[in-house]
């Protein structure tokens, strides 16, 4: 065998060539797993945390200075190995649930940084929920 001569086309050679092949799409359905919902319950760490949720833009995202925002976009959790930015509605359902997960983990991170300043996280979650 010459896998190691060069010039020589050995398997590590074609394992290259296909990590540099194109990802074309076949087709995609905007998903409907979370229509209609105003908050989404989530397990994050042995206890629940619940997310509100956006309409059109998805579950909403706690800052330390205690207004909201939706989680703008999704970078690297396409399909295909590809790295690309989604909008909520651009995503699968297996995407918009890893964008919910995300939110739950970083609104509770920022609930228990409120915490450790003395800032009652409570006193926020009316914001969160417009």
């Known amino acids: 065998s010459d896998h190691g001569a060069p010039g020589s086309r050995g398997i590590g050679a074609r394992v290259h060539v296909m990590a540099l092949a194109i990802h074309e799409p ?54 295909g190995g590809q790295v690309a930015e989604k909008l909520w509605d651009q995503m699968t359902a297996t995407e918009q649930t890893c964008a919910l997960h995300i939110c739950a983990r970083k609104n509770r991170f920022i609930k228990a940084k409120l915490e450790e300043l003395g800032a009652a996280p409570a006193q926020f979650l009316g914001g969160m929920s417009k």
């Open 26 to 79: 076949t087709g995609f359905s905007k998903s409907n797993l979370y229509d209609g919902l105003r908050s989404v319950v989530v397990h994050v760490g042995g206890s629940e945390e619940e997310v509100p949720m956006d309409p059109q833009r998805g579950p909403m995202v706690m800052q330390l200075d205690g207004t909201t925002t939706h989680l703008q976009t999704v970078r690297g959790i396409c399909g």
